[in-house]
């Protein structure tokens, strides 16, 4: 019995670290292809609205 537990903590945890993979994967993907986007534009970054002040500013890396 212990076996198994340890056997479906390992299977549990590769799993978990495989989906943060592919979490990681994808949002690099995006990133690099908003970058694409901008450089065939000419542009020098994204703006996005501020919804409080209703005022447009960059938009940061970890949004």
């Known amino acids: 019995m212990p076996q198994l537990i340890l056997l479906l903590l390992i299977v549990g945890g590769g799993w978990l670290l495989y989906r943060r993979f592919v ?29 409080e002040t209703g005022e447009y500013r960059p938009k940061r890396d970890d949004e």
Do not use: V
Not at 28 to 42: A, F, Q, V
């Open 23 to 51: 979490s990681d994967a994808e949002k690099l993907t995006r990133r690099s292809d908003e970058k694409r986007k901008e450089e065939r534009n000419g542009a020098q970054g994204t703006l996005i609205e501020d919804p």
